[in-house]
C-alpha cells in the first residue's frame, strides 16, 4: 500500500487549503486525515468510510470537510478558515482491505501564520 500526500504548505490565517492523499495498492475501507501540532500528540481530524459515512474528532467539524473519490482511491480534506492553531504535520491514514491493514501516509506540513 502506497500513500501520497499533497496540499500542504504556508498560508495566512482565515484562508482555505486542501489536502490530498492518493492511496494504492489495495481497496479500502476507512479514510482518514489525523493531525500533530507541535508538541503535542497526534489527534483524529475526521474520518470516512466508503459508503460515505463520516466522523469528525473534536472541534474539527465546521472548518475541515473530509470527502473521497472511491474510483480514485483519493481522499481530501478542505480547511477552511484556517486558524493559528491548526498549524502541525498532517497524516493521512487508511484501511486497507486486502491485505486488511492500517497504513500512514509520511505526513504533510501545514503552517499557519501571518
Known amino acids: 500500500v502506497e500513500l501520497v500526500e499533497s496540499g500542504g504548505g504556508l498560508v495566512e490565517p482565515g484562508e482555505s487549503l486542501k489536502l490530498s492523499c492518493v492511496a494504492s495498492g489495495s481497496l479500502f475501507s476507512l479514510m482518514a486525515w489525523y493531525r500533530q501540532p507541535p508538541g503535542k500528540q497526534r489527534e483524529l481530524v475526521a474520518r470516512?468510510?466508503?459508503?460515505?459515512?463520516?466522523h469528525y474528532g473534536d472541534s474539527m467539524e465546521g472548518r475541515f470537510t473530509i470527502s473521497r473519490d472511491n474510483a480514485k482511491n483519493t481522499v481530501y480534506l478542505q480547511m477552511n478558515d484556517v486558524k493559528v492553531e491548526d498549524t502541525g504535520v498532517y497524516y493521512c491514514?487508511?484501511?486497507?482491505?486486502?491485505?486488511?491493514?492500517?497504513?500512514w501516509g509520511q505526513g504533510i506540513q501545514v503552517t499557519v501564520s501571518s
Open positions: 491514514n487508511v484501511m486497507s482491505i486486502a491485505p486488511m491493514g492500517t497504513h
Open positions: 470516512m468510510s466508503s459508503g460515505g459515512r463520516t
